[in-house]
């Protein structure tokens, strides 16, 4: 298990029940058949406890109401998914382990409304794969791998493009937006390869403790001790968000949940503030947290460096979009960096250490990942 190793405090001898959960039926709604295997795990060690997993197809995904029958959500009490399904069909629903790090898709939702249903995020099973993107995208158009082999094909051999110049890495100074464990995973490999860490939090975080993070991480990645940053950054208003961008970075990395206040929070003032050292953007977190417009304005008049892009405004963008036409400065993918073959292993293996924590509790106290309602995330 990745997250801390948190003993739970000694609950109820209800609480401490391996039948706790005799009443309870745990559905899944993933794009992966089933793991016959894990089912009769969990089965197995809580007694009357089911687990029914309904195996969507990546067509299907995000059509779950469409595509599941009815009788299939009877006496569902808990669900793991990605996508909002229909309230009326869950009427025991008590808790919701998401599958993804963010939770915009059901801020509105009647179910996420419900103060009685409990929310925890897949937080920290997607850093070791994103951080590799943001890196790699990063080191792909500072290095012009993409020129040099273009024109390596065009003429048959390698070519030395010697109008490009490349920069390396140590001195240089990233910012990331949205220190959570995405964000303290690309700091993790930011720092291997020389570069200042600034990190920019909503809550202040003054103190080594307030630093920690306990959610859940795959062991020896992360910044889980909070020590990397060089210098720490907070607030809640855009002027705070400002004074962060004008640190000199050379590179910014957006990594926060998308609500209605990080809405378009990278705009025309922004890329004016970045203009002064033409910093580099990184986007993974939602593609409307960037003015699009704003985007490619800046792009084109050459006030940021370039943009990696793995979310966009739309998404996807339309046939023939600006941001679709600058290769030298621009590098989009559709929504793939979270992608990797050990993702549902370890939203698994949150499933796993959450259930133990609340039979061991006695509820749904102290769970990994738990959500802060208020925040939205």
Known sequence: MGSTNTTAPTGTAEGNSFDVFKNDILMLHVPLPPDQAWIDKLENKYPGFKVRWVHRSWQDYGKDDESTAAEAYEGVTMLCSFHPHKAERLPKLKWVQLTSAGADPWLQHPLYLNKDVVF??????HPPQIAEWVIGTYLMLSHHFLPYHDAAVQHGQSQVLRHLTTVD??????????????????????????????????????????????????????????????????GSSREDIDHFLSQDLDILVVSLPLTASTKQIIGRKQFDILAKKKTFLSNIARGPHVDTEALVEALKEDKIRGAALDVTDPEPLPEGHALLKMPDKCFVTPHVSWQTPFYFERVKAILEENLERWRVNGGPRGLVNLMDRESGY
């Open 120 to 125: 925890c995020t897949a937080n920290g099973c």
């Open 169 to 234: 890495s140590p001195g240089m100074r990233m910012g990331i937006l949205g220190y959570g464990a995405i964000g303290r995973q690309v700091a993790r490999v930011a720092q291997a390869l020389g570069m200042e860490i600034y990190a920019y939090t909503r809550r202040p975080k003054p103190t080594p403790e307030s630093r920690k993070d306990d959610s859940y991480h795959v062991p020896g990645t992360g910044d889980p001790d909070g020590i990397i940053p060089s210098k720490w950054f907070s």
